[in-house]
């Protein structure tokens, strides 16, 4: 069993900028695959940012160039936002799954709470 606690939310004006933290425990995985999701009002959820085994990053199109995703050793994953735009405004939730060799797999079957943004 994995626990995701996410941090770091809160109401900014256009333009600012969040650092989002998702801490991961009681779990005796060796590695995590992890990633951030998000779900507007009225929206689907969407991924935002991903990191694969080897460390790459992969994004949303609308969120190239303003968002980056960090993980450290500790597995905590970060998702530093900056510029944001009112359509960022949503519930940002941390997923992770365990890492079993080769690329992280599509699908994450733990989830955390969530955080909410909101950009105006």
């Known amino acids: 069993h994995v626990q995701l606690v996410e941090s770091g939310g809160g109401s900014v004006q256009d333009g600012g900028s969040l650092r989002l933290s998702c801490a991961a425990s009681?779990?005796?995985?060796?590695?995590?695959?992890m990633g951030w999701f998000r779900q507007g009002p009225g929206e689907e959820r969407e991924g935002v940012a991903r990191i694969d085994s080897d460390g790459s990053a992969t994004y949303v199109d609308s969120v190239k160039g303003r968002f980056t995703i960090t993980k450290d050793k500790k597995d905590i994953l970060y998702l530093q936002m900056s510029n944001l735009r009112p359509e960022d405004t949503a519930m940002y939730t941390c997923a992770a799954e365990p890492w079993y060799g080769g690329s992280c797999p599509v699908q994450f079957g733990y989830w955390g709470q969530g955080t909410q943004v909101t950009v105006s």
């Open positions: 009681g779990h005796t995985y060796t590695r995590l695959c």
